[in-house]
C-alpha cells in the first residue's frame, strides 16, 4: 500500500488532471491580456491562486476597478467549498499528514485533486504531494501559453479553448448529476437564475461576480429546504 499510494503513484495520477488544466488555463491566460494585465502578472496570478472560477470572476471585477465589495463577496462564494473539501480529506490524511504540511498542500486543494484524493481508502503526505505536481505545473504553464500566443493562434481555435472552462466544469458536474436527482435540480435552478441575471430589464445590471454569488447560494439553499440531506445518508 505504501508504494501504491506514494509519490510516484501521485504523480501519475496527477497527469490527466495538469493536462486538463493546460488548455483550460491558456484560456485564462488569453482573457488575462485581453483584460489588460501584462504576461508576467497573468502567470504571477495563476501561480499564488490555482483557482479557475475565481480567477475569471477576479479578472472580470479588474476590468471594472474599484468594485471591491463584489470581488470579496464574489471570491468567497466561489472559494469557500475548498474548505470544506479540506475538512473531508483531512478524515483520510495520516498522521505525518499534519501541521505545516496541510497549510501547505492545502493551497492545492482544487475540484479535480480532491476528487481523485478522497477516492483513496488513505491520502499520504508523498502521494498528496506527488498528485499536485502536474496539476500545478499544467496550470501555470497553460496560463504562460495563452499569454505569450494568444494572438498567435487562429480564431478558431481561440474559440474552441475559449469554451475549455466550462467543458472542465460539466466534466465535474454531469457525474453528480446522473448520481443525484437534488443536484440535477440544482444545477437547473442556478441556471434559470444566471439566465435571469442575463436577459431580465434592471437585473442584468447586477455585477457578474455578485450574481454568480447570488446564483449559487440561493440554488444551493433552496434545494436544502427542499430536498435535505438526511443523516442516515451521511453514514452510508
Known amino acids: 500500500m505504501?508504494?501504491?499510494?506514494?509519490?510516484?503513484?501521485?504523480?501519475?495520477d496527477g497527469i490527466p488532471i495538469g493536462l486538463?488544466?493546460?488548455?483550460?488555463?491558456?484560456?485564462?491566460?488569453?482573457?488575462?491580456?485581453?483584460?489588460?494585465?501584462?504576461?508576467?502578472?497573468a502567470v504571477l496570478i495563476s501561480m499564488l491562486?490555482?483557482?479557475?472560477?475565481?480567477?475569471?470572476?477576479?479578472?472580470?471585477?479588474?476590468i471594472s476597478p474599484g468594485r471591491y465589495l463584489e470581488m470579496l463577496i464574489s471570491?468567497?462564494?466561489i472559494n469557500v467549498r475548498y474548505s470544506f473539501m479540506s475538512i473531508s480529506l483531512s478524515q483520510k490524511v495520516t498522521e505525518k499528514f499534519s501541521g505545516i504540511w496541510r497549510w501547505i498542500f492545502g493551497f492545492m486543494i482544487t475540484d479535480e485533486i480532491f476528487a481523485v484524493a478522497v477516492s483513496k481508502?488513505?491520502?499520504r503526505r508523498a502521494y498528496f504531494a506527488g498528485l499536485c505536481v502536474a496539476p500545478y505545473a499544467g496550470w501555470?504553464?497553460?496560463?504562460?501559453?495563452?499569454?505569450?500566443?494568444?494572438?498567435?493562434?487562429?480564431?478558431?481555435?481561440m474559440s474552441a479553448l475559449g469554451i475549455a472552462i466550462y467543458a472542465m466544469f460539466v466534466a465535474i458536474v454531469v457525474p453528480e448529476m446522473k448520481k443525484s436527482k437534488p443536484v440535477i435540480m440544482v444545477v437547473i435552478l442556478a441556471a434559470i437564475l444566471s439566465c435571469m441575471f442575463t436577459y431580465i430589464p434592471v437585473i442584468k445590471e447586477v455585477p457578474a461576480g455578485i450574481s454568480i454569488s447570488i446564483c449559487a447560494?440561493?440554488?444551493?439553499?433552496?434545494?436544502?429546504i427542499i430536498r435535505p440531506i438526511k443523516p442516515e445518508s451521511l453514514d452510508a
Open 121 to 123: 481508502p488513505v491520502v
Open 140 to 157: 501555470t504553464a497553460g496560463t504562460l501559453a495563452g499569454a505569450l500566443l494568444g494572438d498567435v493562434l487562429p480564431k478558431s481555435v
Open 49 to 62: 491562486c490555482v483557482t479557475s472560477a475565481g480567477q475569471l470572476a477576479g479578472i472580470q471585477v479588474m
Open 75 to 77: 471570491q468567497m462564494t
Open 2 to 12: 505504501e508504494n501504491e499510494l506514494g509519490f510516484k503513484q501521485g504523480f501519475k
Open 217 to 224: 447560494v440561493v440554488s444551493a439553499m433552496v434545494m436544502a
Open 20 to 41: 486538463g488544466y493546460l488548455s483550460v488555463s491558456f484560456t485564462f491566460g488569453i482573457m488575462s491580456i485581453i483584460a489588460g494585465l501584462y504576461w508576467w502578472e
